[in-house]
């Protein structure tokens, strides 16, 4: 009998990523294609089957899991809507892979997977209550709770981007002021530099042309004052976020992830610094917060390990 392979998928507005996956979270064989997003829905769910087969080279498949960047309804493998994916909506993913490919399927939310993945063989190992949290374009989060990917009722929990930080602060793409997503995101992080410099404040980035998080961190590590705090006040933040997190779920352990969190130990101790004086004691002392390990692979590996998990 030849090896059964369990492959993870990571679905993107660009690319779409395919991985086998062991059982140890080591990535067997990966490849990349592009999603083509634009030639519409039944086309990319096309490229997603080809990529997996390609993957696969005519072994059994055990099972495949695919994170898509979008509002997902696991049960029945529908995606309602994806803003990177241009005419998503209502999409029956599951079905039509299922049918084609012959083997058990499963969908989630890319966030909810790349948590699962951390939890799995990254930086959560070894904890059973796990926030991951993408600091990126946006803000994302995925939780882990019991060892299970958390998904509320209608599979929407997890939107962590849109826990008020300052509610009379600057306004959201959802509507609301003062979410997490407005500071301790790309756009958040280059708009308080950008803020502070239109204030007259001294900086080595006066006279950048184009602010970003990789001029800005630079700036940091040369010790330009402006750069530092606006990495600390991102931290700051999200220490906020996270303090009302550890006090509702006890949560052991957060996971931080994404571009920004390259930026590491500026943004992570404010981050811890804020959970200890904000968090109810005993809250804040179970609270561990640390790095995600696993990159741009943690979706596509959580990807494969729900793949294993499905009944
Ligand atoms: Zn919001």
Same mark, same amino acid.
């Given at each position: 009998m030849g090896k059964v392979l369990f492959i993870g998928v990571d679905l993107g507005g660009t690319?779409?990523?395919?991985?086998? !996956?062991?059982?140890?979270?080591?990535?067997? =064989?990966?490849?990349?294609?592009?999603?083509?997003a634009d030639k519409g829905q039944a086309h990319v769910l096309g490229r997603i089957i080809q990529v997996i087969q390609d993957v696969a080279e005519g072994s059994e498949i055990g099972g495949v899991g695919i994170g898509i960047?979008?509002?997902?309804?696991?049960?029945? *493998?529908?995606?309602? /809507?994806?803003? +990177?994916?241009?005419?998503? =909506?209502?999409?029956?993913?599951?079905?039509?892979?299922?049918k084609k490919l012959g083997c058990p399927v499963v969908l989630d939310n890319d966030a909810n997977v790349a948590a699962l993945g951390e939890f799995a063989y990254g930086a959560g190992q070894g904890?059973?209550?796990?926030?991951?949290?993408?600091? *990126?374009? *946006?803000?994302?989060?995925?939780? !882990?709770?019991?060892?299970?990917?958390?998904?509320g009722f209608r599979d929407l929990a997890g939107e962590f981007g849109h826990i008020t930080v300052d509610c009379n602060g600057h306004t959201c793409s959802c509507g609301r002021k003062g979410c997490i997503e407005e500071y301790a995101s790309i756009r958040g992080i280059v708009r308080m530099v950008r803020e502070a410099l239109d204030a007259g404040v001294e900086s080595s980035l006066r006279g950048v042309e184009k602010l970003t998080p990789r001029e800005i961190y630079h700036d940091a590590? +040369? *010790?330009?004052?402006?750069?530092?705090?606006? /990495?600390?006040?991102?931290?700051?933040?999200?220490?906020?976020a996270l303090a009302d997190v550890a006090n509702l779920l006890n949560i052991e352990r957060v996971v931080v992830g994404g571009g920004i969190a390259n930026a590491g130990n500026f943004i992570l101790e404010a981050a811890r610094a804020r959970v200890q004086k904000d968090a109810l004691p005993e809250a804040a002392e179970s609270v561990e917060i640390v790095k995600a390990q696993l990159g741009n692979s943690a979706g596509l590996v959580g990807a494969a390990y729900l793949a294993r998990s499905i009944d």
């Open positions: 690319n779409i990523k395919a991985g086998s !996956v062991s059982d140890q979270g080591k990535v067997l =064989k990966e490849m990349s294609i592009s999603t083509e960047p979008g509002q997902i309804n696991v049960e029945r *493998g529908i995606c309602y /809507f994806a803003p +990177n994916l241009p005419g998503w =909506k209502d999409v029956s993913v599951t079905p039509v892979i299922k904890s059973q209550h796990l926030l991951m949290v993408t600091l *990126g374009t *946006g803000v994302g989060g995925g939780l !882990v709770l019991n060892g299970r990917i958390f998904r590590v +040369n *010790g330009d004052t402006l750069a530092i705090e606006a /990495f600390q006040r991102a931290g700051d933040y999200l220490g906020i």
